[in-house]
């Protein structure tokens, strides 16, 4: 079912806000990702309203810090039951070696996702750190990195969906921002894709925030979408 690959940005900073936005989107078959503006403003209360309503939550946090305190972190986003999670690749593949262990003993296990190079990363920010490869074959090493520490998947732009699909194995997940439907306002993104293209193009769930949640009829502009895929 398409509804089930659409991850709707919660973006808003309150539990009023979320409430509303959660009634709009609770029947529709999505998914919603939790970041970290709202989970900072309201905490583990943002999943409890999602989860209470019966939607899949992915906490978009971003985890990076030394192994021992990443583990342990992730292990705390798994015990609220969370379907999904993102930690940094840049953290090393010890760092997410050990989230990986650490969650083998855990009775729910979130599908742990890795950010290679943030899109707001230009190649003078990478040579600033220190970083020779181009911005492509960084954005291929870290997910290879992350391959090899059995996560399972990495978020990627649109334009990057192929060459990584092409790279690594089919079951490897790819989760895509970014997404404007061609109805909608590009707003502040800068390389967008139809989610009709990054679905063509091999992504397996599409991130999308404002083209649903500043409508005025969010199920409206999801069934729009559907049917655009
Ligand atoms: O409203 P919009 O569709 O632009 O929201 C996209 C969501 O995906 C936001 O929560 C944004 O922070 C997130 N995101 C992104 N680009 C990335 C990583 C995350 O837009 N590279």
Same mark, same amino acid.
């Given at each position: 079912m398409t509804e089930r690959r659409i991850i709707i940005a919660l973006d808003v900073s309150s539990a009023a806000e979320l409430r509303e936005l959660v009634k709009q989107i609770k029947d529709t078959g999505c998914r919603v990702k939790i970041g970290k503006e709202?989970?900072?403003?309201?905490?583990?209360l943002a999943i409890e309203i999602c989860h209470d309503a019966g939607l899949d939550v992915f906490l978009d946090i971003k985890f990076?810090?030394?192994?021992?305190?990443?583990?342990k972190a992730v292990r705390a986003a798994a015990r609220w039951g969370?379907?999904?999670?993102?930690?940094?690749?840049?953290?090393?593949?010890?760092?997410?070696?050990?989230?990986?262990?650490?969650?083998?003993?855990?009775?729910h296990r979130p599908l742990l996702i890795g950010v290679t190079?943030?899109?707001?990363?230009?190649?003078a920010g990478l040579?600033?750190?220190?970083?020779? =490869?181009?911005?492509?074959?960084?954005?291929d090493y870290l997910a290879g990195l992350a391959h090899g520490a059995g996560l399972d998947g990495v978020v990627c732009s649109g334009q990057e969906i192929q060459r990584l699909r092409q790279s690594i194995d089919k079951?490897?997940?790819?989760?895509t921002p970014g997404i404007r439907p061609t109805w909608a306002n590009n707003n502040d993104q800068a390389r967008i894709?139809?989610?009709?293209?990054?679905?063509?193009?091999?992504?397996?769930?599409?991130?999308?925030? =404002?083209p649903v949640t500043a409508s005025e009829h969010p199920q409206n502009a999801i069934a729009r979408i559907v049917s655009e895929i």
């Open positions: 709202l989970f900072t403003s309201i905490g583990p990076h810090d030394i192994p021992n305190t990443c583990a969370v379907w999904m999670t993102n930690l940094h690749c840049s953290g090393g593949a010890e760092m997410m070696l050990a989230v990986r262990e650490m969650l083998e003993g855990e009775t190079v943030l899109t707001s990363m230009s190649l040579r600033q750190l220190g970083i020779e =490869r181009d911005l492509e074959s960084h954005v079951d490897f997940c790819l989760v894709m139809t989610p009709a293209q990054a679905i063509a193009h091999g992504s397996d769930y599409l991130v999308i925030g =404002r």
